[in-house]
C-alpha cells in the first residue's frame, strides 16, 4: 500500500496541493540546527498552496508564487533567530468597487526559537548588566522551535498580517463600480477644494475671478 492509499476512501483525502505542499522542498527544517549552524534557505511556491491565505480571496492570478527566505541569525542577547523574508502578489477584493485588485505583500521579521511552550509566553529575563544590550534590540515573536519545523506555516502567517485591513484601488477601473455608488464615493474624481479666493469673494458680495 502506498503512502497515499489511507487517504483513497476518505472524504478528507488532500487534495493533490496539499500533497505537493506537504512535500515541498524546504518546507520542514530542524531549527534548533538551522540557528545553531547558521544556515538560510529560500524558495518559490504557489500562492494556492497557502490555503489561509487564500480563503475568502478573489480567484488568484495563474501561476502566482509565493517567494520566502529565511536565515539563522542571534539577536543582541545571542537570542536564536530565523530571519523570515516574505514576498508575493495576493489578489484581494476591492471594498469600494467590490472587483478584484492585486496587492503586493512583502516583509521581513525575526522569530526568536525556543525550545518549550513556557517560554512563549514568559517575559524575557536578563542581567541588569545586559540592559543596554536588551534595549538596543527588538521585541522578537517568539516560536515553538521543533526538529520538523514548518516554515510554510510562518510564511502563511506573515502573508496574512501583511494584508491590508480595507483594500481600496486608488481609481477604481471603470465600469466596475455597483450599481447606485457615484462618482464621488468611488474616488475616482478628483476632489476640488473650494478656492479660498471663492470664500473670500463671497464674504465681500463679489463675484470669484479666481475660478
Same mark, same amino acid.
Given at each position: ?31 534548533? #540546527?538551522?540557528?545553531?549552524?547558521? +544556515? ?5 511556491? *504557489? ?25 539563522? !541569525?542571534? @539577536? ?22 467590490? @472587483? ?26 536578563? !542581567? ?11 521585541a522578537f515573536d517568539k516560536v515553538l522551535g521543533t526538529r520538523k519545523f514548518d516554515l510554510?506555516?510562518?510564511?502563511? !502567517? ?9 483594500? +481600496?484601488? !486608488?481609481?477604481? *477601473? ?18 476640488? #477644494? ?9 464674504? +465681500?458680495? +463679489? ?5
Open positions: 500500500m502506498s503512502k497515499h492509499d489511507n487517504f483513497s476512501d476518505s472524504d478528507d483525502a488532500p487534495s493533490p496541493e496539499q500533497l505537493a505542499a506537504a512535500v515541498a522542498p524546504g518546507r520542514y527544517i530542524d531549527a534548533f #540546527e538551522f540557528v545553531r549552524l547558521g +544556515k538560510s534557505t529560500q524558495g518559490n511556491a *504557489p500562492i494556492t498552496w497557502f490555503e489561509r491565505l487564500v480563503e475568502d480571496m478573489p480567484e488568484q492570478e495563474p501561476g502566482a508564487m509565493v517567494s520566502w527566505s529565511a536565515h539563522a !541569525d542571534k @539577536g543582541p542577547l545571542g537570542e536564536p533567530l530565523i530571519v523570515l523574508g516574505v514576498d508575493t502578489v495576493l489578489t484581494v477584493q476591492c471594498e469600494r468597487c467590490l @472587483g478584484p485588485m492585486p496587492v503586493h505583500l512583502a516583509s521581513e521579521v525575526p522569530l526568536h526559537v525556543v525550545e518549550t511552550e513556557a517560554e512563549l509566553d514568559d517575559p524575557d529575563s536578563f !542581567d541588569v548588566s545586559e540592559l543596554d544590550a536588551f534595549e538596543a534590540g527588538e510554510f506555516e510562518q510564511v502563511e !502567517d506573515e502573508l496574512i498580517l501583511c494584508v491590508p485591513y480595507v483594500p +481600496k484601488h !486608488d481609481v477604481c *477601473p471603470e465600469g466596475a463600480l455597483p450599481p447606485g455608488l457615484g462618482a464621488d464615493e468611488s474616488g475616482n474624481d478628483d476632489e476640488r #477644494e473650494p478656492s479660498p479666493f471663492a470664500a473670500l469673494a463671497k464674504l +465681500k458680495g +463679489k463675484p470669484d475671478l479666481a475660478s
